[in-house]
């Protein structure tokens, strides 16, 4: 579905990582993981096709062609209302969707009670769900989440695994960073680690070393 080949990148005369290669399959959770400055959110923008790599190629292969990428600017418009926003999204991606469909989204992350609020009103955290329900809107193959649950209370956070896992179930293939790393490592299937410019693990979570584990706790 989505494929690393020999994927590097330089900042001006800095190397970033050099030499990323893997696949990511339907219906996987991986968890990406990495020091700070370790190249994570670059790596997940040349994954979405945003950023070219400066040496080798990312390539999608999935059916539908939807990527949704979920950085750290929530990309809601202030003087719209969560569902203008919504409506604003779908027609932008051309989709058919009707208003009850918008709204059975926003019901989903827990806005269906604030539809009609301006999203300039909604705090950090119903800010990022309202962000997630434009991604959630295009059902997309692959989704690409870095710290997706930055400002999110617990309710919220338990809201953001149970659509992880409905995105696993429906085939979709999920790549995410964390700030809670212990947490997120028993969400997903695989684990990747970035150190010193490399790959340095590719396998189940449960293989990293606890010192691994917590040192990129406390540096994510």
């Not at 399959?25 to 979405?48: D, F, P, V, Y």
């Not at 202030?78 to 989204?105: D, Q, V, Y």
């Not at 396998?203 to 706790?217: C, F, I, K, T």
């Amino acid at each position: 579905m989505l494929e690393l080949d020999r994927v590097a990148h330089l900042y001006g005369h800095t190397l970033v990582f050099r030499d990323i290669s893997c696949t990511f399959g339907a219906g996987s959770i991986t968890l990406l993981l990495g020091g700070n400055g370790a190249g994570k959110s670059t790596l997940l923008r040349i994954m979405a096709g945003l950023t070219r790599p400066s040496f080798g190629a990312a390539r999608f292969t999935g059916k539908s062609g939807k990527i949704g990428h979920l950085a750290h600017s929530t990309f809601v418009y202030p003087a719209l209302t969560a569902l203008e926003n919504l409506t604003f999204w779908r027609e932008a991606h051309c989709l058919s969707m009707t208003k009850e469909g918008l709204l059975s989204i926003l019901g989903r992350v827990g806005l269906a009670a604030r539809a009609h609020d301006r999203a300039g009103t909604f705090s950090r955290g119903m800010a990022q769900r309202l962000n997630l329900a434009r991604i959630l809107l295009l059902e997309p193959d692959v989704l690409l989440l870095d710290e997706p649950d930055t400002g999110l209370d617990a309710a919220s956070q338990a809201l953001l695994r149970r659509e992880l896992l409905e995105a696993r179930r429906r085939g979709a293939c999920v790549v995410l960073t964390s700030h809670d790393i212990a947490r997120d490592a028993q969400l997903a299937d695989r684990a990747l680690l970035l150190e010193k410019g490399r790959l340095a693990h590719d396998g189940p979570p449960s293989r990293l070393s606890p010192p691994d584990v917590a040192e990129q706790a406390c540096c994510a």
